[in-house]
Each structure stands twice: as C-alpha cells, then as structure tokens.
C-alpha cells in the first residue's frame, strides 16, 4: 500500500478483487480506507457480480434516487460522458447525496471505459478542512445545522442528461435534509466538516442571503489544494472513498471522448 499525496488517499495493490475476501483482508482494507479517505485498487475487471459482492463486504448496498442502476443490478448506477456530452455527472465538488436523511457511509466506483487523457477525479480531505480552521470559527460551526438539497442549479445540471435518459420515475422533484455542519464519524469519532457547494443550501434558521458569505468562505476553503488528492483511472480501476469526512470532484477535461464508470453507494447513518 501507498499514500498518493499527503493529505488522504492510499493506492492498494497485491490483492484479487475478483476472489472472496477473507475477513483479515477486509478488516485490513477498511483501517486503510478510515486512515487515509479514500483506497485505490487498479486491474480489477470486476463483472457487475463481483463488483457487488466485493461491495457487500463493507455494507448494505443501496440504490441512487435520482438515477436508475443496472437491470439486473439496480444497485449499480451507470456514470457515464458521452462522446456528444458537455457536461459530465456530478461535476462539482460534493459529499454523495448528502440532501438524504441518512446519506451514504461510501461509494466505490470502477472504471470501465475511460478517456485517452483527463477524466481524474479529486477528493480533499474534510477532517483537515474542519481542523485547520480557527478555535474561533469552529466553535462558531459546532452547533450549527446546514440545509441540503438536491436542487441546486449548478448540481442539477451536471446530472441531467442521465436524469432525461435513465431519470427514476419514482423520484421525488427536491429531497431535503437537514444535518450538522460539523459531523463526528462514527468510527474514527474525528469531526469533520460536512457541507459542500453542490448540496449545502443555507443555516437552519437562517436565510440564504445570511448564510452565503460564510458558506462561500468555507466551500472556498475546504477544497484548497493541500487537503487534496486527485486520482487518474484506467479500465479496471477502482476508488472507495468515505462520504462521512471526504468530499470528490470528477474532472471535466475529456470532451469528444467516452468516460464509462459503475458506481455502488453504500448505506450510511443519519450524520451526528
């Protein structure tokens, strides 16, 4: 195992994800996933089978609201750029559906079809972001509570070609949660800021125009270049990060090529 940067994230190799896991290697992988953010694996040409079994080693696989998964595999959600596409899915820096009552503990995502150059994806650490802050400030945001939604527009635009091609019919037009600014993990018991520009609307009991200068301070914040890592794929790659103290951002930089990726999230618990 190697560290890729000095904020978070952790390349794992000399393991076959095709096979069963022993419990030792799962445990093994889980402390290395909770001590660096997010775990890579590359050379895993997983079936959508085996994806998900791999999957249910780390917990209860669910399905994304807005986007429907394979048919065999609804649990697994297509995330694809066409070659005609502009805009790609979920292109803005986010924490995975964090406007959910109870959004998910992780994602891992595998690469299928990626782009000859450009296509990485970038995730910063949200424990250092809450850590570096002032005593001030943070003793500012512990009590805090932050409006999240699904609808913002510059988020909304980055899923809607899937949402118009394979778009859930059950899906409701808003989902709306409302969690704490400064989430404790459940495993590590580190706090952890825990809002993001995609999803974050405003403070409870305060308006959007009064939350704005603040927030946009910290969306600013939490995404500087030392809390980060940025992560390049090929075919058979794979990323697990943890949802609960990292936030990601796919790169934008392949137009006129095709970016083919399947993506399982896995459930979590309402953020405390």
Excluded at 256 to 266: E, N, V
């Amino acid at each position: 195992m190697g560290r890729i940067a000095g904020a978070l994230g952790a390349e794992i190799s000399g393991v076959d994800l095709r096979r069963p896991q022993t419990p030792e290697i799962l445990g093994q992988i889980r402390r290395a996933w909770l001590d660096h953010g997010v775990v890579f694996f590359h050379d895993q040409p997983l079936t959508p089978a085996e994806f998900l079994a791999f999957a249910r080693g780390f917990g209860r696989p669910n399905e994304y609201p807005l986007v429907k998964g394979l048919d065999d595999f609804p649990e697994i959600v297509p995330v694809v750029k066409r070659e005609n596409e502009t805009v790609n899915f979920g292109g803005i820096w986010h924490s995975d559906t964090a406007y959910l009552k109870t959004p998910p503990m992780g994602t891992m995502l595998v690469a299928r079809e990626v782009p000859p150059q450009g296509g990485d994806t970038l995730f910063a650490n949200m424990y250092l972001a809450y850590e570096t802050l002032s005593d001030g400030l943070r003793r500012l945001l512990d009590p805090l509570m932050a409006v999240n939604t699904s609808a913002k527009a510059d988020v909304s635009r980055t899923r809607e070609d899937r949402v118009r091609d394979d778009g859930r019919t059950d899906a409701r037009a808003e989902y709306v949660a409302e969690h704490p600014v400064v989430r404790s993990h459940p495993e590590t018991g580190r706090k952890a800021l825990y809002i993001n520009v995609a999803h974050t609307l405003r403070f409870r009991d305060m308006t959007e125009a009064e939350s704005a200068p603040l927030l946009a301070y910290l969306f600013q914040h939490q995404t500087r270049p030392e809390f980060t890592c940025r992560f390049r794929w090929r075919p058979g790659s794979i990323a697990f990060w943890d949802n609960r103290c990292t936030l990601h951002n796919p790169v934008n930089d392949y137009h006129g090529y095709r970016r083919a990726m399947h993506r399982i999230t896995l459930a979590g618990d309402r953020p405390v």
